[in-house]
């Protein structure tokens, strides 16, 4: 597994696979890996030859700078677990490389899926976001990369941004994985203590919640969010960002929920930020205990 910390050492290395004729499927995470990202990587092994995953932990995309120092960084277990998965790369640039001094050019998306849910809750996030991954794909050139549905505004806008820009890479969604008891895997799930995981666990019940009355008929959106906003904020240290549903595509708030729609939410369990989401009507969540 070759291990690339410069900018021109990656693409060398993607432009020599790809003059031999060989798909690249790149995979852009933050570290900390968990079984989540290591289905991101054999979706990506199923669509190329060659799998690139990078490792860096984006300044530009955290508004509060606690929550950047908070992140945990675990490089060498990673490294680990991806030799292990038959990763051909990693990218593991510096913040020097990828935002030199004077650094000033930033891509934006606008519209519907930037004014509501995590790009009002964290201001600046999904610009950060779309900057570092349109520089990751003209860097490593990949002919596809993998993102997960749990980030599912985050998937629209990377989409949108790279219909938008033309960027000649095919973006592949897989589904979110849930650990045992329900809970979405996260890298900050590292920092829940057994306490605050059992606080969490309201998070995939109460949209569960929601979906069960969805399903027996309730369409008021706010009638279905107040499920989920009552199952929440009955437990303490469980402070609730936002509870949302929104339509696809389109990603308006509509006044009635229907099978085209999701409840999305965002939770601090004792400061730790979780987010998760439902497709109503979809499959259902099982949920150990909540």
């Given at each position: 597994?070759?291990?690339?910390t410069s900018i ?18 790149f ?21 190329a030859?060659r ?6 932990v984006?300044p ?9 120092s ?5 490089l ?14 990693v ?11 004077g ?22 996030h999904?610009?950060?976001?779309a900057?570092v ?7 490593v050139?990949?002919?596809s990369?993998v ?21 000649p ?6 589904p979110?994985?849930?650990d ?7 890298s900050?799930?590292?920092?829940l203590?057994?306490?605050m ?14 979906n069960?009355?969805?399903k027996?008929?309730e369409?008021?959106a ?6 989920l ?15 949302t ?28 930020r ?6 109503l ?8 205990q909540?």
């Amino acid at each position: 597994m070759d291990q690339l910390t410069s900018i021109a050492s990656q693409r060398a290395w993607s432009r020599a696979r790809r003059a031999a004729g060989e798909r690249i499927s790149f995979v852009p995470t933050m570290g900390a890996l968990h079984e989540g990202h290591l289905s991101l990587v054999r979706r990506a092994r199923q669509d190329a030859k060659r799998v690139v995953v990078s490792i860096y932990v984006n300044p530009t995309q955290f508004d509060n700078p606690e929550d950047l120092s908070a992140y945990p960084v675990t490089l060498a277990a990673d490294l680990a677990l991806l030799e292990k998965e038959g990763v051909d790369a990693v990218f593991l640039p510096t913040t020097s490389e990828m935002y030199p001094n004077g650094y000033c050019t930033f891509v934006e998306v606008v519209g519907p899926l930037t004014d509501k849910m995590c790009a009002i809750a964290r201001p600046g996030h999904f610009r950060g976001v779309a900057t570092v991954v349109t520089k990751l794909f003209t860097i490593v050139e990949p002919d596809s990369a993998v993102f997960g549905q749990k980030d599912l505004q985050q998937v629209l806008i990377i989409s949108r941004m790279t219909g938008d820009l033309a960027l000649p890479v095919e973006v592949l969604v897989s589904p979110t994985l849930r650990d045992p008891d329900g809970l979405a895997m996260s890298s900050r799930n590292r920092r829940l203590n057994p306490e605050m995981r059992a606080k969490a666990l309201s998070l995939p019940f109460g949209l569960e919640q929601a979906n069960r009355a969805f399903k027996q008929g309730e369409r008021t959106a706010v009638k279905l969010e107040e499920l989920l906003y009552n199952e929440l904020l009955v437990h303490p240290g469980v402070d609730v960002d936002y509870a949302t549903i929104v339509e696809l595509p389109g990603f308006n708030e509509p006044e009635f929920a229907n099978d085209q729609c999701i409840l999305a939410a965002a939770v601090f369990v004792d400061g730790v930020r979780l987010i998760d989401h439902i497709h109503l009507g979809g499959q259902s969540l099982t949920v150990a205990q909540a």
